[in-house]
């Protein structure tokens, strides 16, 4: 119940296209889900996060789809580019105040 | 605002040592957690300290344990080091315990040979 499922687990899109990254989980005492960039050897760095009170937040090209009945939610990155190539993390806290994260997926775009 | 800091940034030690890791969160954050990062198991949660006192532990053998000065700058200590203990150690600040934003330092690469 603890687990965050992260899916997919490497994901290559061409320069300009949409990278859509997805996550799962099951306890719904989570009430904040923030994602996570993370290029090598750099700590990883907040990029946005939602609360379930809404189903979408906008961050210039990085959007979080939220859907609270599926306890899924999503990291949309519009207009993707080769910067852009890194691991991104999901992560869920609630309850007890621990982040979990997701396994992470790593982002190739292709110029 | 100057980030998290980590210190070392890299750290070799063999089986059986012990080591501490150091982290300064960001002027007035308060909380600080520490994470295990390796490619097998990503990124698992250590601990969180805050105002002194740990809040939240996770499912680490006691080997592991780490305090929080009155500054807030925290240290973490991983006595009988095992080969399996090598990873990225990182440290994480937040203005308080819940479900603040939370920033991470660039971590401690520790080498266990």
């Known amino acids: 119940q603890q687990q965050v499922k992260q899916s997919p687990q490497s994901l290559i899109v061409q320069k300009g296209g949409i990278s859509i990254i997805n996550c799962a989980y099951e306890n719904t005492a989570f009430d904040y889900f923030p994602w996570y960039q993370q290029f090598p050897g750099k700590g990883p760095a907040l990029l946005i996060a939602?609360?379930?009170?809404?189903s979408e937040k906008k961050e210039g090209r990085f959007t979080i789809s939220f859907n609270k009945s599926a306890k899924q939610f999503s990291l949309h990155i519009m207009d993707s580019q080769p910067g852009d190539s890194a691991t991104y993390f999901c992560a869920a806290m609630g309850g007890t105040y621990k982040y979990i994260f997701g396994t992470g997926t790593r982002l190739k775009v292709l110029a | 605002k100057a980030g998290v800091t980590q210190t070392p940034r890299y750290l070799i030690k063999t089986r059986g040592q012990q080591v501490t890791l150091s982290c300064s969160p960001i002027s007035g954050h308060r909380s600080v957690s520490w994470y295990q990062q390796t490619p097998g198991q990503g990124l698992q949660f250590l601990f969180e300290?805050?105002?002194?006192?740990?809040?939240n532990k996770g499912n680490f053998p006691g080997r592991f344990s780490g305090r929080q000065f009155s500054n807030s700058r925290s240290e973490m200590n991983v006595s009988t080091l095992e080969l399996g203990d090598s990873a990225l150690y990182l440290c994480?600040?937040?203005?308080?315990?819940?479900?603040?934003?939370?920033?991470f330092g660039p971590g401690t690469r520790l080498t266990v040979t």
């Open positions: 300290y805050f105002s002194e006192t740990q809040r």
């Open positions: 939602i609360r379930p009170d809404v």
């Open positions: 994480a600040s937040s203005f308080a315990p819940g479900p603040y934003e939370q920033y």
